[in-house]
């Protein structure tokens, strides 16, 4: 008996032995070179506790103010595809993990469950329905609910199936409505504003037809902007899309092709339309066109200043496009000059649709500096708007597979390397992929790459990834809110993505939620 109670105590403290030396060792960051503190103050004990004074009497503020007042204009931003880790990391791109992000100022923070009602996670299609219209339907579908399955040639079409969205219960009340995107106009996320479809792809009419599907009795995302109510009553639409608005036939201001086969120029029926309607409505496809219009008079303001999408607003800054175009934060601002002028009020969707893409592609360092763009754009809005009759929500609709790893010190660049080796003597990032085709600067034939801080240095450079895929997954965990302005206090806590507009539109007392 006693040889095996010392059996036993021998195995307690080998097991305990290795635990320690796996769990709790951490030799990369035992052998990194000594590393002086940046921040002084923080040594101290007084500095966190001022810290969290400071913090507390804020909060009580916020519950003694906390607004029960009508929001006259409602402004919700989009961040796609911008996961916690990614406000977490362009915090960091900033200058600091103490900094905070515009929107993390907001007094209120909750987080939405992204699903679809067929998928654990989502896409930017039937996330749209939700966050917008306050009904989850299935991946892939804008505008409907689950009864229509994706790629349906006639379902989506059943206004039976239909989800209208705020933008529509805006216009309904006598308010304005407008969208803004650093994506195609008729992209996922801001076609959720106004169209009805089983495929979020089918943005004209040829897509349509390649899907064996007819393009009459489905009509494409750019004629329902258009042609049907909510999009032909939009006062302000800015993005990029030029390609889904003309015909294959015709080439746009910077010589490309447009997409479709019908003939048809939308953009002209856009302003025939207006002057049919004799309202003053501009177009404009560059960032200096937009700039000669007088905003002040302007009712109706398309803006498409790409053939697909808009560029990444990091090559914008680097000079990389030779056709300027306007910044998020430029077209954010130029909308509300518009809509501004509506006593009843307003509703603008305003999306930063390339941090989800370059999150795609693995090239982590360009969606950070959109989310940093993204933000500057928030902050226009909301020094615009006052807190006491405008709400501004910010949110994503899905998050993405990046992470932040490896015990970097807090002056050293989030898009650089972490410290120290991993174990087979190799370097590696501080941000890092599940999977996506930073497989392929990860892995070669003889197993993992060298990679120096001059790649990370790139723009283009494809972070790890585990999983080989040509396209970045999204994942699946939930995503923050943030809020200012009128019932601000609604958005705290853990909900469905689909209480967001219902949230919106009792702080507006609109749609079906009023009253």
């Known amino acids: 008996m006693a040889h095996q109670f010392l059996s036993f105590c021998l195995f307690v403290v080998l097991v305990a032995g290795s635990a320690l030396a796996r769990d709790h060792d951490h030799p990369s960051v035992r052998a990194a070179k000594p590393h002086p503190l940046k921040y002084e103050a923080e040594r101290k004990t007084e500095f966190w506790i001022n810290k969290a004074q400071d913090t507390l009497a804020q909060k009580l503020e916020q519950t003694e103010t906390a607004s029960t007042k009508k929001a006259k204009n409602i402004i ?10 990614t406000v977490t990391a362009t915090r960091n791109l900033m200058g600091d993990s103490s900094q905070q992000v515009y929107f993390e100022k907001f007094p ?16 930017s299609a039937c996330t749209a329905t939700a966050y917008l219209g306050g009904v989850k339907g299935n991946y892939g579908t804008i505008g409907v609910n689950a009864n229509v399955k994706r790629y349906h040639c006639t379902d989506g079409q059943n206004p039976a199936n239909w989800v209208d969205s705020i933008a529509k219960w805006a216009q309904d009340a006598g308010k304005d409505a407008g969208l803004v995107t650093t994506a195609r106009v008729t992209h996922a996320s801001p076609a959720g504003v106004y169209a009805h479809t089983a495929q ?30 909510v999009g032909r009553k939009l006062k302000v639409i800015m993005g990029g899309g030029r390609r889904n608005f003309i015909d294959a036939s015709v080439r746009d201001e910077e010589g490309i092709r447009g997409e479709r086969a019908d003939g048809r120029n939308l953009i002209n029926e856009w302003l025939e339309d207006k002057r049919n309607q004799n309202v003053n409505a501009s177009y404009a496809w560059s960032r200096k066109g937009l700039n000669m219009l007088d905003l002040d008079n302007t009712e109706y303001l398309l803006g498409l200043f790409s053939s697909s999408h808009c560029p990444y607003h990091g090559d914008l800054a680097r000079g990389h496009i030779a056709l300027a175009n306007p910044s998020l934060s430029e077209m954010t601002e130029a909308a509300l000059k518009v809509l501004k002028k509506n006593d009843k ?13 370059a999150h795609h592609d693995t090239r ?9 763009e993204f933000a500057k754009s928030v902050r226009v809005a909301r020094e615009m708007f006052s807190e006491d009759d405008t709400l501004i929500v ?3 609709d899905h998050s993405h597979t990046m992470t932040i790893n490896g015990y970097p010190f807090r002056d050293q660049d989030i898009t650089g ?12 990032t501080i941000l890092s992929y599940a999977n996506g085709p930073g497989y392929y600067s990860t892995y070669g034939p003889n197993g993992r790459k060298l990679i120096t801080t001059k790649d990370t240095q790139n723009a283009k450079f494809e972070y790890m990834a585990t999983v080989p895929l040509d396209s970045e997954t999204h994942g699946g965990d939930d995503v923050g809110v943030f ?4 019932y601000a206090q609604y958005f705290s806590g853990n909900y469905e993505q689909t209480n967001i507009p219902s949230m919106m539109a009792k702080a507006a007392n609109i749609g079906p939620f009023a009253n």
């Open 76 to 85: 919700m931003f989009l961040g796609d595809g911008m996961s916690v880790h």
């Open 108 to 123: 209120y923070l909750g987080l939405s469950k992204t699903y679809c009602v067929d998928r654990q996670v989502a896409d």
């Open 200 to 229: 979020r792809g089918w943005e004209n009419d040829a897509d349509i037809m390649s899907a064996n599907c007819s393009p009459k009795d489905n009509v494409d995302i750019a004629r329902q902007l258009v042609e049907w109510d």
């Open 345 to 357: 009020g307003f509703f603008l969707f305003v999306e930063g649709a390339r941090i989800d893409m």
């Open 364 to 372: 982590a360092r360009k969606s950070l500096e959109d989310t940093e």
């Open 394 to 396: 910010v949110t994503s």
């Open 417 to 428: 390397l972490a410290n120290g080796p991993a174990e087979d003597n190799l370097p590696y």
């Open 483 to 486: 809020a200012s302005g009128p």
